[in-house]
């Protein structure tokens, strides 16, 4: 079975940096995925992770640990438009589906 | 083209109605999914299809029947549904790839309510 956690919410100030984590156990493992969603609105894609260490990608970063069955998403100068829910995710070994971790709702204020 | 098309956009219905929602894409995807969302959970995934085959059930109730007439359409036909079935239906479609870096691109769903 699948199972990744995330903190349920997470408060920043604009401007500000903020880190949503993810721990994961999975059964196969073919890397970690972060989707973002606006309220009303279609989960989009931000970030990829199969090896470990830190990608870059303007100002959203994403690490893996695959030795810590962890990861997370650092989002940097926080902008009011980045308020929505993030969600770490899994595909299955051998697979084409997507398994969703709990995600984190992140509000920032002025 | 990156876009995944969803209709309708919102749909209520009865328990005794019959109703389809359907999903569109042009991307040359070969792998399409249904997910089922409510509020504030994750998106759960329902059926995946590869190939204009179905490769995934989620052991979902029959009452949700899918169909994907060619690799661009995905339908989901609908059957005698319960109140607890209102959520978001998510359709996403993606390349077909073993290595596990196929992005999933999500349509804007359909909101459904059963009454």
């Known amino acids: 079975g699948q199972s990744l956690e995330q903190p349920s919410e997470v408060t920043a100030v604009e401007g500000a940096i903020v880190q949503i984590n993810c721990t994961y156990q999975t059964s196969g493992f073919y890397g970690l995925s972060w989707y973002q969603q606006h309220d009303g609105g279609a989960p989009t894609f931000l970030s990829y992770n199969a090896l470990d260490g830190l990608e870059e990608t303007g100002r959203f970063s994403s690490f893996l640990s695959r030795s810590d069955s962890y990861g997370y998403l650092l989002l940097q100068e926080l902008q009011m438009k980045d308020s929505a829910s993030y969600f770490c995710a899994v595909r299955d070994t051998g697979a084409n589906n997507l398994f969703f971790g709990t995600g984190t709702r992140l509000t920032v204020i002025p | 083209d990156t876009e995944v098309t969803q209709t309708p956009k919102h749909l209520v219905m009865g328990m005794t109605n019959k109703k389809s929602l359907k999903c569109e894409q042009h991307?040359?995807?070969?792998?399409m999914y249904w997910y089922k969302q409510k509020a504030k959970k994750p998106p759960e995934l329902m059926f995946v299809y590869s190939y204009e085959k179905l490769s995934i059930n989620e052991s979902v109730p029959s009452r949700f029947s899918p169909e994907c007439p060619n690799s661009s359409l995905l339908n989901l036909h609908l059957h005698a549904l319960q109140p607890e079935d209102s959520a978001l239906y998510l359709c996403?479609?993606?390349?077909?790839?073993?290595?596990?870096?196929?992005?999933?691109?999500f349509g804007p769903g359909t909101r459904l309510t059963v009454l």
């Open positions: 996403a479609s993606s390349q077909v790839s073993l290595s596990g870096t196929d992005t999933q691109y």
């Open positions: 991307m040359g995807h070969r792998a």
